[in-house]
């Protein structure tokens, strides 16, 4: 077995119209795919399924010479002094933790 690596990307949304669209765009490049089945992975525009969208678009390209192992995807909740109480808080006032929200590993992150 080679080297293994982990990489990691933060992402913070700035449209959702926009990830949906090119999330789509993706899906349809797949045989016999409908806008009713793309629908069903992502969501409709109108309220997209974040989490797969970015998983669609995260996961199109193969890294020449690699082999995929895993992938995951958190969503981080940004935590600030107002949102913890007094005796969580460090020294100089930001908060010690910051939750993560740990989803399911999607159903396409399989090794390739």
């Given at each position: ?70 992938a995951t995807l958190a969503a ?37």
């Amino acid at each position: 077995m080679g080297e293994v690596f982990n990489f990691s990307l933060q992402l913070e949304i700035e449209s959702r119209s926009q990830l949906w669209q090119a999330a789509a765009l993706e899906c349809m490049k797949q045989p016999g795919m409908t806008l009713e089945d793309v629908t069903d992975l992502i969501g409709p525009v109108e309220d997209p399924s974040v989490h797969d969208c970015i998983m669609m678009l995260a996961l199109r390209t193969q890294v020449d010479g690699c082999r995929r192992l895993d992938a995951t995807l958190a969503a981080l909740e940004i935590l600030t002094p107002a949102d913890v109480s007094p005796h969580e808080l460090q020294h100089d006032g930001l908060p010690a933790i910051a939750s993560l929200d740990i989803v399911p590993r999607f159903a396409h992150a399989r090794p390739v």
